[in-house]
Every structure is written in structure tokens, then in C-alpha cells.
């Protein structure tokens, strides 16, 4: 690329100009033959089109080009791709002017541009914005740079410093100000007691105090250098500090020039001179100053002012510069603000009083008038009441002070003489011990802030800071300003030296070759004038001689140094010389320079003071430190060298300024260039030519310059693809390699490869690479955008050609039309002329031809009509004939079928009722069968569907026929009119013979219409026939289908008569049921009968042992009744066992235990109530054993419902395959036929073992008694037994009858399911089927509907079945029990079981458990365990076994014990208990403060703590919903409102501890996630980025942040884990909603601050991306259910500045916008309008008057929101807490201690 094809035709350029520096101006052709023509923008805005040409000589003259506007307002100077200074200076005046950016990046120096007014960009949120965040990653700011040399300070381990220059006005000593302010802010010491950063802070004050003036270009100028060096611990917290001062401006405490002020101090005490304090500095009484009347001649123009008491102008000192006031600052108020930093910094009141008498001396000893007394002296009147006063506030003696201002001692030899001086000598020597006194005043206090900041042990490491002065030119340059620029020049080698090795380093870092950059260098010119024989030495020698003067100075110079460059000699003047300084060329007057380097004071003066009676005014001049700055000297009277002579200024300043350079070559230096726009002061106006000046003087220009000269453009590999990619073909694209597939795009774009290096991360270029790449990607895109708008174009002006053209083809249409329609017309008009003469002549013709024909016809009709009457007379009778036939006919064969079909009919009758009768039994079987319905009614719906189907034909063949009828209609009207046509025709036919030729010719068309009408009537008839087999055809079709729907009606009365069947079989099924039941009552009763048996059994045997054995013991009979009676006890047994299992530990069992107590005692009762008589009652009682006869019968009937019960459960189930009720309820049957056939087999069983039994028993008693049996029943045993197995029988029927209930219950609930179901089956179907028919999409949402309800209802449904369910299986099992252990008793045990059963009758007996007693919600403990329980609850509880726990259950426990305490009436008790538990939860807050889980945990139960202590405080307000028992258990005896307001405040403290904690964990996701992610990758794009990018930042590469595409993932997973938190341990749901509205506000702020600080954020596309991140937090906030709560309105900031980047900025939204931004501020509005840059070239900038307006429209916002003035959001701000009252529905007397607490010391009452 050569420079040719950049300087073409529209390139822009800047021309020098002398008035604007630089101006904007644009080739109006391309560059060649070395002429550039242009034409100026300027020139352009007033329509002015003149051209200029100039010549260079060669390329590299050329005028330098302009960047992109892309470009313009960038944060990095050296991210410009053309750097070049017109782009330096332009894009500081865009940031400053139309953006208000004072700061911006020039590689490593940041520049800051005075604005002149109070900007809010330095509170605490913008130190907290900036905290943390590197150098490039926001906005230039002074926090940048104290952060970035914090930070390296931290993570090096190395000292930093901080240079900030620049000329007086610049804001040298506000940045310096504020960049110690972060370092104390982030710094802070964590020693409460020292406070060092305030104490660091509070110097600011002093030293502004006594060493800041007013002067033209500054009002509160620093003239004086310092210092600060800020000492850190290891753990860089701020431990001390030191000051150390350069070349403080003594001569200003005696002089002033015009609009200039004296230090601050003395105007400070003039200001408060009438304090009661201050009055004896007697700075009143300005009438007996004598100078001031003097000053007032000296100065006639100047009009006096009024004399006021303590007023500065009564100072000779304070009113030299006229300008005493400045404004906006009060000098009063100023003075208690430097007062209050004294007594800070721990300099006492006594040491303050006498600063200020030393204060108030100097400026009375400027009053002292000397006189002149001769012609060579001079005197002090002895009525002088100002050297009066000033040697009462310096303690002297005023008479030697008087004496000694006004005389010097000359030493000669041996002898002293006393040698009046002259009045300007005196004068100047009262002026030169008044500099003095100043500057050791300001020297001692200086020594006592070090004092103060000095630190106790050693510092580890600090970071100084320079407050200098910059270089400095003026018209009449003197010692200072050589001693000034002497320092800056060595300032600014440091700097080149620093920058060069910044820039190799970055270099060798990436791996690239690299050529030694040329810069600057200004070691010959400090030579000049610190080497042998320089400046500085040639000015010691001359102070060294006993006469050397200024003149003979500057000779030796002229002589010395003409060997150096950089020193030169004026033309017209032998008083000055030359320095050419790295800025400029600099001209210094000699005069003063000896007397200033010399500094002489007279020392008897001193002499004077050092014998003062004040101890500070001695301790100034008495004292004797190293490096002082000021020396004392007697002035010399001859050539000899006195002894005490001391080092010059010059001397000590070049010391001073070795040290310095010293420290600073072993710190990392960072650089602040401060800027002063414009002379007059003016807030954010900006002047090109003392900007351009400053910033060549302060070397912002060569760093510039470096950067040009090497590589200083640098890109990411991924940033350049993400830029470039429109530059390459797809196929040039590696995905796998990225730095392959920028080589390719830069190889076809760049073809020197010296223009660019690749390194090992980045890509470098050389100045204006970048500018032609993007002129190349703008080109891309023009011509990508060219492309797109042509085809658009071409589309809407093919549309326009295309709607034209049809236009015009219908006006020609409807023109020619017209045209054609009149010759047509005229044609007719000829047609219709010759058609009547036609006619007419016809006419004649036809009315002699039809006289004619009318005589002809006649003959030939009469004739004929006699011909056809006697033929129609024939067909008649012929016609009579045969209908007469036809009916006779039809007579008899009607009759004959008749008496066919008679027969016929009599015959299928007797045959269709055998066959009905058949059927009928083949029905009632099939009946039974539900398939069969279901295939009766499947094909009624096919008949069904079929009948709709043909429905719908015949209405389409009806709707054909219609148009059928329509055409046949048309043909009809067209047969009539060729019927008129055939009659016109055979009227023409008839026509006279003359006419031959014309009836030749209509014949021809005669025939031709006689062909179409046959062809007419052929369709005719074919319509007609056609509509005939139609008419038939829907005949016959309504015959059928009139058919089918008979015979569908006969389907529908056949199904009815199913039904009823079906019904039939219902009844049936339940008769079965019945007879089921009946089957196990007649089982129960031969179980009953078998127990009968059995206990006769038992008396026989038990009347045989008597007869046998003859002793008596219990019977067997008593061992059955007993064993009968215990029964129902162990049935119940297994109920209690059943339903304990089930209840588990929620009951204890009281109910259950009622039920079985009151079922033994109804059994009870019913024993009772049997009336038992004694035997002899029942004479010859006998007990005959009888097998039921139906059991026979029992059998048979049981195999029959058997099989009906196996075809139900068939039908049944093949009816319904797919309900799941329906199989349940079969499962069911199988079970119960299960149940039946075990029954049948045991009656089997126990027929079998009752017949053995009966036998057995007969004999027995036979062998044994003969036929004699009563005698076994002769003591009424049999009687007693037999009664008491009757109750138990009956007690057993009963319980069967109550289950055999239940389940018919159960079955009638399963059929009612049954027929529900079905009913829902068919109403399911006939929605389905209307919805198909309607279509797939129609009313989804009703069928959806209805069908979430069958679904509900059903699983409701299920659920209550299930539970019915399992209570009844659990039922059936005890049941079971109770049979199988029944069955067991009765199948044959023998005696000794039976006999087991009696022994264990105390085991089988029912367990009464003990009632539990009702407790009263307490704990009680002794007072030796409190500490203990206290350790359990708080100090040992660990969050992981607190979650297993009740949600505060350990608030529960302690409250507990409180009622306890309260119960007993224990003072003292109950106050250690509180306070141990305020102390513990304290304690172990502080100990586990960074653990959320126990925070948490503990802010739970301190909550619910508080809320049991209001709970049950007995206040009527905390009462509302509790129970009457709650109430019952308030405290009685105490009142802990004072404990509730301390737990209270614990609860907030903890609480703020739970926020502190997230935001720390949220803090570091919120930029990455909300700002930085992106869903969609590069959307955004990249602009060219310089040295400080985000990306070129090595701090971020080494701490490895979090990715910004997973930043949001662990942002909602960090929340999500917070809300779980918080659920887990039972915090209150208002309590964590004020949570994350918290969060959110934290998040908000963050992500707002640092957008505001960010310019790169700030363009539309990064909006849409801050948007779409927000919306997942809203999303997330819907998903947990918190957006009710108002959450995300504390996110409106945020939203609505996301808005704002996406909103149209047009003229005609400014009131949209302006409402849109309602929770924004105006200064966040304005910040982000001036940040908002273009994402690419081709968007519009926002133009400067719409943001004018925008603020304007603002300003009319209501003054209640001017609060909202703030630019940064308070990131400390929290809402204020409040704990709803959640009273808990959770008895006290329900609260059980876990094991897992060992908590055995407490006992629950």
C-alpha cells in the first residue's frame, strides 16, 4: 500500500492554520505532480466552494489524514490508527467539548483537562466502581491510575509512584488530591485508634493552607513541589506517610502581581480576625498602617477600599495584587476547616496560636514603613506601631529588631563596623526575614505532618505521589521558572526512558522482531546546565565572588556555553539567553538570578529571633536539619569566604532533584499529564493553541510520537477476525486456527510486511494500517450495502415501470376500444340503413306473397283438417281400447298377488316366530356378552357415519341437480326463441320466385340453423333424459336410506332391549352377590354349629373325666367360654397392631385404645344380658348333632355362581379394556371367587371332621352311659356353654352382616364409577369426534380442557379408592386372621393345646396403655446447664444437621425454656438465659461470618425466636391468630419487649451480614453477565482498541476472570442456590423477597456504574445484548416467584439505560426518551447520550443538539427528583429492613427433643 492510494479524491486532511492550529479540509482530487488541493469543511458549512492548491515537496510532507469518524472520542490516543498530533488535539476537544470527558489514555500517561467546574465523578461509588477493574477495562479516570499502581503494588511487590505535571491551573494539585483520597479510601488502616488515611486526608487543608495561592491562570495554584510517599503494611493497609517540598515560591509572601493573592493562610485569618481567640494577632485598626496610605499614592488608579477591621487590604503583604477575593470560596470557613485538620493531625491549640502569631508578625512586619534619615541610611520611627505589634507576636526586642532592619555588620579583620543601609536595602532585608520566617514556618510544619504520618515500625512498601509543577514559559522568565524547567526536563527523560522500556517489553513479551525506536533525547540540554562549567556551576562560581552581579553572569555564559546546541544568545538583548527545552525555546532574564541563588538573610536578624521568648519562633531558627532548604548568610563585605557559608538554591534544588529521580527510578512510575483548556477559566471550553502548547510541553506528543514509530496499533487475533471477517472469503477460514486465517486476510490486504508483526497473542501495525483496513471493511460494506440498495432499488423501480406499463396498456385498451366502438357503430348505423331498405322492400314483397299464401293455406288446411280429425277419431277409440285392457288386467293380477302375498306372508310369519324364538335364546346368551354390544353399537356408528357420508353426497348431487335445473331452464328459453326462428324460417321459405337468389341464400342459412336447433333438441332430450334417471336415481337412494333408518331405528329399540337385558344381567349379578353373602352366613352358621359341637365335646369329656377320675377341676366347657370370650379382644389386638403400624409415630394410640375398651365392654354388656338358667329348667334336654341338609345344596349353587360370576367378570372386562377401575374392581372377583372356593373346601373339611366328631361323641357317651345320656348335661354345663357360644355366634353374624354391607356399598360405588366412566368414555368420543370433523386445529383449548378434567376427577377418584382400598385390605387381613385362628381352634386341636390357651390367658389379654399426660410447652432445666444447652443449640449446631431439624426448632427449644423461666418466676434466670443467647448467636456470627449456610440458619431462628416472644407476650396485637391454648401459654410474670428490640437488631445485623456476603459472591459475575455476555458472539463488534484494551491487559490474563458466555449461567445459578438457602432453613418468604430485592438493587447499581464508565458498552447492539441478560433475571424472578413482589422494579435503571441505547435519537424523540428514563438521572441520561458511540461507520453519530435538547426537556423535571443528580449509583445504599410479625400455628406441647441433640438435661413439662 503506498501513500498515493490514501490521498485520493474525498480523503480527509488537516491543514495547519495559525489561528485553529489545525483545520478540517477534504481533497477535492487525487494526490499528484505534488500538489494537494483541498477545500475546507468550514468552508463547506457557509457554501463556500474555494479550492486551494498548495505544492509539497515530497510524500512525507503531505498533510496529515484524518481518522475514521469512528474513531472520534476514543478513550486511548493510541488507539487513533493515524497518530499524529492534529488527531491527538481534535480527540481530546470531542471528549472534552461535545462528551465532558476531562480524561482520556495516551498510552501509559493518562491527560486530565481542568474542566472548571465540580464534576460528581468521585464520591465513594465511583472508588468502588473503580476498585478492582484494570487500567483500559472503564473509562479513564485519576482511580484508574491510583488502581492500577495499587494493584501492582499488590501482585509486583514493587514501590509505585505517581507523576502528576502540568502548568499552574492545570489541576495539578486536584488530581494529586484525589488519587491519595482512593489510596486512603482503598487502603484503609484497620487500626481504629490511628486513622491514618484521615490523617492523610486532613493535610490536604494545611498544605493548601500555606502553600496554594491565586494566580492568573489558577485560583488555588500550588507553589511549591511535594512529594507524598504512602507507607503500607503487608497487608497494604495504609500504615504512614511522608511529605517532602520543593522550591516552595518565597518571593510571593512579599509580592504579588496583578490579579494575584498571597498564600491562602493570611487571608484565612483576616477573615475570622474579630474571633475572640484570634484578637490578639491585633490585625485591626487599619488606619495606623502607614503603608497601606503609601500604596494607595503608589498606586493612584486603584480606587481605596473602605477600611475595615482585620481586613487583608490593610496588608501591604496581601493587597499588591488587587484581587483579595475569590469566588465561590470562603476564606472563613476555609480557616476552621485547616484549624479542625490541625487538631487531626495532633498539633495542639498552643502550638496553633503561636503559628498564627508568627502569621500575623509577618504580615505587620510588611507594614513596617522604613524612612529615609540621610543620604546613605535609613530608620524606623520609634511610633512604628506595626514593627511594635510584630515584635510582640515574634516575643523580640523591638528596639534591636528596629535596629537591625535598618544597619548590617560588616567583619574586617579584627574590627566589626556597623553600616547603615540605604531604604531599598532595608526594605529589601525586612522583605527577605519576612521570606524566611515563611519558609521555615512552612518547613517546621511540613516536619510535623511527617510527625504525625510517621509509622512506628518499618514500611513494607509505598507509592508516592508528585505534585510538580510543569514546564513553565512567560514573558519575562526568571530564577523559578529555570529551576522549573530544569526539573521537568529531568522528568522527562525518566519518561522517554520509561516508555521506550514499556514498548520493548511488550515486544519481546509477543515474540516480534523489533528496530530501536529513535526518540527524543534530552540529555545534552540537561548538561547544559547541570555539568562542569554549566548553568548551575557557572552561577555557584558567581555567587562566590565578592562582586559577581547578573551581568557579569550571563558574560561568562555567552562565553562558556556557545559550545551546546541548545544554548543560544538573543540578537537584540545582553540580559538574557536562550534554552532550547524539549518543549520549547525558552528565554530567561538575568536579572535576580545571583540573589534568588544566594537566598541572603541578615543574621542578626536571626540572631534576634533565635532569642525569642515563644519556644516555636526559637525551635525555627535554632534548629539545625539536614537538607534544609533556605540557609542563612551574612552578607559579605570583601572577598573572603566566611566559614559558614552554605549551599546555594540551585545547589540544594539539584540535590533534592537527584534524590527524587532516584526514588523514582526504583518505583514503576505512572504518569498524569494535566491540561489547562483556556486562560479565562471557563467550565469545558476548550482553546487548540494553549492546549497544543501543554501538550508538547508535557510529552504527551512524544509518547505519541514513540508509539507511531513502532507497532501502535494491536489486536487480538479473535478481535481482528471478529472485525476483518467481511475481508476474507469462506473458504479462507480456519475454524481451528485463527491466527492462519488472519494471516490470509492481512496478506490480501497489506502487501509490506513491514506495515505489520504477528506476535504471540496479537497482531501489530504501524501507524495508518488500521485506517486503511477500515477503509478497505467500510468499502466492503458500501459496497455490500450498494449492492443490497440496488437490487431494492431495481425491485421498486421494475414495480413502478411495471404499474406504469399496465397503466399505459390500459389507456391504449380502452382508447382503441373506443375508437373500434365507433366504427363499429358507424358500421351498425350502415348495416341498419341498408338492413331497413331491406326490409321495406320485403315488405312488399311479403304482403303480395302471404295474400297469396294466405289463399293457398286456407285450401290446404281445410283439407287437411278433415284428414287429421278422422285420423285423431281413430287413435281415440284404439287408445280406449287398450286402457280398458290395461285396467282389466291390472284387476286380476293385483288380485292373484294378493292372495300370493296372503299366503306368502302367513308363511314367513310362522317361520320369522320359530326363528325369533331361536334368536331369542341366542340373544339372551350373546346378552350377556358386552363385545356384543360393543359390535351392535360399532356398527350403528358405521351406519351412522355412512348415512352422514351419503348425506352429504345427496346434498351435493342436490345442489348439482339445482344447476342442472338452471341450464335446462336456459335451454328451454333458447328452444323458444329457434322456435321463432324455425316459424321466421318457413315463412322465408314460402317467398315469391322472383326473389331467387335471396331465398337461395336464406335457404343455405336455413339449413345451418336447422342443424344447430337439432343439435339443441338433441341436448334437450339428452338433459331431459339425463335428469329423468336422476330424479330416479335420488328416488331410489331416498328409498335406501329411508330404509337403513328403519332398519337403524330397529337397531336402536334392538339395543334398548339389550339394555334392558344388560340391566336384567345387573340384577342377576347382584342376586349372585346376595347369594354369595347368604353362602358365608350359612358358613358362619356351621362354624357356629361346629363350636357347638365342639364345647358338648368338651362337657362329654369333662363328665367322663368326673365319672373316671372323681375329683373336680375347671372344666373344658369353661376353657371354650373362655377362649370364645377372648375372641373379639384378639381380633381387636390385631386392629390396634394394624392401625399402630400404619399411624406409625404420628399418634400415640389413645383412640384406639377407647375403641377397644369399649368394645370389650359391649361385649361385656351383651354376656350380661344373657338370661342363663340352671339345668333342672330344661327337662330332658338333648343335644342332637346335624349336618345342615344344604350344604348339598350350598355346593351346587356355589359351582353355579362360579360360572355366571366367571362370564360377568368376562364381559365385563373385555367391555372395558382400558379403564384401570374396571380391572381393579375384576381383580377384586378373582379374589373373592378365590375366597369362596377356600370356603367351600373348609366346609368340606369341617362336614367331614363334625361327622367324625358326632360319632365319636355318640359312642362315647353310649360305651359310657348307655342309652342313658342326659346325665352328661346334668349340672346345666351344656346349657351355660351352648348360651355363651350363641352370643359369640351372633356377635360374629354381625360383624359379617356389617362387612357384607360394605361391600355391597363398594360394589354400588364401583358401578356408579363404572357407568361415570362410560358416560365420560362417550362424551369424550363425541368431543373428539366433532372436533375431527371440524378439523385437526378447531377448539384444542376445549379439548385440551376437558380433558385435563376427566384426568383430575379420575386420579382424585383413584386416589380415594386407593386409600377405601387399602383400609378395607387391612381390614380383610385382621379378618383372615381372626378366621384362620377360629379355623384352627376348631379343625381338631386336641386338649392340651387347648389347655396352653387357658395358662396363657393373662398373655392374650389386651394391653391398656397409659394415657400420656397433656404438657404445658416447657423445658425445664437446672442453671448448671444452661451453658451446656447453650453450647448445643448455637455454638455446636451445624447448618447440615439444623436442616434436618423442624425450621427453628432451636428457637423453638430456647423459647421454651424461657416459658420455663417465666413459669417458675426466676429474675435472674431468665435474664442469664437471654443474655447467653444474644452473647452465643453473637459469638458465633462473628466466627462463621463468611459462612452463608450458618448465617442464614441463625437469622431464621433469631427471627422466630423474636416472633415467639411476641407471640406470646399476651400483647392483644400479637393475638390475632392464635388458638385458645397459645393464648393460655403467654408469658405471665415478664416483659422482654427490651430483649424482642435487641433481637431485633442482631436480626439486622446478621441480616446485613447475609447481604455483604452475596454481594461479595455476586459482585464478580455482575459486569461479565450482564454487560459482557453474549448470547449472539460478536453481534457487538470491535472497534480498534490501543495500548490500555481491554484485551491487552496483562492483570487480566494473569487472574484469569470469569468468561463472560458462562457469567450468566453462574449468576442464576449462584441465585437460584442463595433462594434455596434461604427456603431450606425457613426464612420468611417477605424477608427473602426483601433479600433479592436487595441483590437486584446491588446488581442494578454495579452493572450501571460500570456502564457509565464504559465507552465501548455504550451503542445499540450491547443494548439489545443488556436487555436479553436482563430478561433471565426477570425470567428467574418468575420462576422462583418473587416478580409479584416488586424484585425486578429495582432493575428499572438498568432496563431503562438499556432502552435508551436502543431507542431511535432523533429530534422527534426527545419526549419519548425523556419519559422513557423516568428512573434515571439527568447526569446518568446526559453521561450515557455523550459515551453512546456508533457501533459501525455507517449509524449516525447522536448529534450534539439533541443531547441540548434532551437536557433541557430534563430540566423541567419536578425539583423532588434532583436527588437524582448523582452520576454513579450508591452501591452502598440498602433498604431499610423490616421483619413482618409470622406468628406460628406450631404447639409448644407438639415440640419432641431429637436424640441427635443430647440434650438430656432438658425435661419436657
Known sequence: MSVRELYVKGARVWIPDPEQVWRFAELTKDYKDNVVAVIYEDAQVINSSTTEEFKVKSDEDLPPLRNPDILLGENDLTSLSYLHEPAVLYNLQVRFCNHNAIYTYCGIVLVAINPYD??????????????????????????????????????ENKDQSIIVSGESGAGKTVSAKYAMRYFASVGGAADSETHVEKKILASNPIMEAIGNAKTTRNDNSSRFGKYIELDFTQSYAIMGANMRTYLLEKSRVVFQAPDERNYHIFYQLCAVASEEKLKHLRLGAPETFHYLNQGRQA?????????????QDNFHYLNQGFSPHIDGVDDGADFHETCQAFNLLGIHEKSQDQIYRILAGILHLGNVTVEESGTDSSSISKGDEALQIASDLFGVDVDDLRKWLCHRKIVSGREVFNK????????????????????????????????????????????????????????INSFEQFCINYANEKLQQQFNQHVFKLEQEEYVKEQIEWEFINFYDNQPCIDLIESKLGILDLLDEECRMPKGSDQSWVEKLYDKCKKWDHFSKPRLSNTSFVIAHFADKVGYECAGFLEKNRDTVSEECVNILKSSQYPLVRALFTEKAKGAQTKVKVMPAGPAKSKDMRKSVGSQFRES????????????????????????????????????????????????????????????????????????NSRDIQRNDVRVTCQKIISNMISDEDKFKFGRTKIFFRAGQVAYMEKLRADKLCACGVMIQKNVRMFIVRKRYRTMRSAAMTIQRYSRGMVARRRVHHMRQTAAAIKIQACMRGWL???????????????QSRARGTWARQRFEHMRRVRACIVIQKHIRKYLAVKHFRMAVRGFITLQGLVRCFLARRMLKKLKIEAKSIEHQKKLNKGLENKIISLQQKLTEMKQENSNIKVYKEEITTLKSQVVEMKSLENQLKGSTNRVTELEALVTKLTGEVEFERGEKMDILTQKEQAEKDNRELVERLNTENARLTEELNEAQKEEVLRQGEELLRKKFEAEKQQIIMESSEEKAAYQRLLAEYNRLEQKNDILEEQLAKVKGGSHKRSASNVSNSGASDTPTELVRDDIMDLSSMMGDEDVGYGSVRSRMSENSDSSRNLENIEWESPQKIPNADIKIQVPEKLQELEMENAKLKDDLNRLRKSIADSEPQNNQVQEFMKQFEALQDELERRREECIQLRTVLANRSHDIRSLTENSYGKDVDIVNEDGELAVAYQTQKQVNRQLEEELKTEKMRHRETESEYKSELERLRRDNERQQKLLSQNLSKGGGSHPEALLQSEIMRLTSENLNLQGQVDSLTEQLKKYKRTLKAYAKKLKETSGADPSDLLDVTNNENDVMPVIRKKEREYMGMFEYDRSDEMQIIRVLIYELKPRVAVTFLPGLPAYILFMCIRHTDHINDDEKVRSLLNNIVNGVKRVIKKRHEDLDSTVLWLSNTLRLLHNLKQYSGDKAFQAENTVKQNEQSLKNFDLSEYRQVLSDIAVWIYNGVIKLMEEKVQPLIVPSILEHEAIAGLSGNKPGGMRGRAGSVARELESPVEPQKALDLLLKEMTQFYRTLAMFGTDPELITQVFRQIFYFICAGSLNNLLLRKDMCHWSKGMQIRYNLSHLEQWTRDMRLHESGVTDTLAPIIQAAQLLQARKTDDDVHSICDMCDKLSVSQIIKILNLYTPADEFEERVPISFIHKIQTKLQERAEGEQAQATLLMNTKFAFPVRFPFNPSSIHLEDIELPDSLNLSMLKKV
Open 845 to 859: 314483397k311479403r304482403v303480395r306473397y302471404q295474400r297469396l299464401k294466405y289463399t293457398v293455406i286456407r285450401l
Open 420 to 475: 547603615p543601609m540605604t531604604v531599598t536595602e532595608a526594605t529589601f532585608s525586612r522583605d527577605a526575614l519576612s521570606k524566611h520566617i515563611y519558609a521555615k514556618l512552612f518547613d517546621w510544619i511540613v516536619s510535623e505532618i511527617n510527625k504525625c504520618f510517621a509509622a512506628k515500625t518499618k514500611p513494607y512498601r509505598f507509592i508516592g505521589v508528585l505534585d510538580i509543577y510543569g514546564f513553565e514559559t512567560f514573558e
Open 299 to 311: 498606586v493612584p488608579q486603584v480606587t481605596p477600599r473602605k477600611k475595615r477591621k482585620g481586613h
Open 657 to 728: 532533584l537527584s534524590l527524587l529521580m532516584a526514588t523514582l527510578n526504583s518505583t514503576t512510575p505512572h504518569y498524569v499529564r494535566c491540561i489547562k483548556p483556556n486562560d479565562d477559566k471557563m467550565a469545558f471550553t476548550f482553546d487548540p493553541t494553549r492546549a497544543i502548547q501543554q501538550l508538547r510541553a508535557c510529552g504527551v506528543l512524544e509518547t505519541v510520537r514513540i508509539s507511531a514509530a513502532g507497532y501502535p496499533s494491536r489486536w487480538t487475533y479473535n478481535e481482528f477476525l471478529c472485525r476483518y471477517r467481511v475481508l476474507c
Open 118 to 155: 465540580e464534576l460528581p465523578i468521585y464520591g465513594p461509588d465511583t472508588i468502588s466502581a473503580y476498585r478492582g477493574h484494570n487500567m483500559g477495562d472503564l473509562d479513564p479516570h485519576i482511580f484508574a491510575v491510583a488502581e492500577e499502581a495499587f494493584t501492582q503494588m499488590e501482585r
